[in-house]
């Protein structure tokens, strides 16, 4: 028991003196960007964009279901050959939206480029007034408090990579 807690004070005084040798800081990077009238006028266009590109798509969608509705009201008239005919042009206009779809919105697709358009260069530059900050502040690592990302920011010296690859090789 008194091992456990001589272990445990050791621990707390070993963090603290890390947090006290350490500057630490974090920023919101949402609350920056949004803060930014550059920001929310890309924002804006984006989603303008956005809008126009599914109105494009609801029509495209629309017509799909206008030659479903056609052709389950005139299936009773066709021949076996003209259902068939029927049926490849309905899936071929559904594959058609399928892929305007992932042309404007998939992982590559125009919205993706758009953003990287007018987003990122506001981005860098919020990103390059940290690490600026950092350096002139004395802040060794700087955490984006709002996002998965983490660090935003971290002085060199405290790369120990190196030092654990060393390490890892002498086993």
Excluded at 135 to 162: C, P, W
């Amino acid at each position: 028991m008194i091992k456990k807690i001589a272990s445990i004070v050791v621990l707390v005084s070993g963090l603290f003196t890390f947090a006290q040798a350490q500057r630490i800081a974090y920023v919101d990077v949402t609350a920056v960007l949004e803060s930014m009238p550059e920001y929310q006028k890309a924002q804006e266009q984006l989603d303008k964009a956005a809008t126009a590109w599914r109105q494009e798509i609801a029509q495209e969608q629309d017509k799909v279901k206008g030659l479903y509705s056609k052709f389950q009201a005139e299936q009773v008239l066709l021949s076996e050959e003209m259902k068939k005919t029927r049926e490849e042009e309905i899936m071929a206009k559904e594959k058609e939206v399928r892929e305007l779809q992932r042309i404007k919105f998939g992982p590559e697709g125009a919205l993706f480029k758009k953003r990287e358009e007018l987003v990122k260069p506001i981005q860098d530059k919020v990103y390059s007034t940290i690490e600026r900050f950092a350096q002139d502040k004395g802040f060794e690592f700087i955490f984006d408090k709002g996002s998965a990302s983490g660090m935003l920011y971290a002085d060199k010296k405290n790369d120990k990579t190196e030092d654990i690859k060393a390490l890892v090789k002498k086993g």
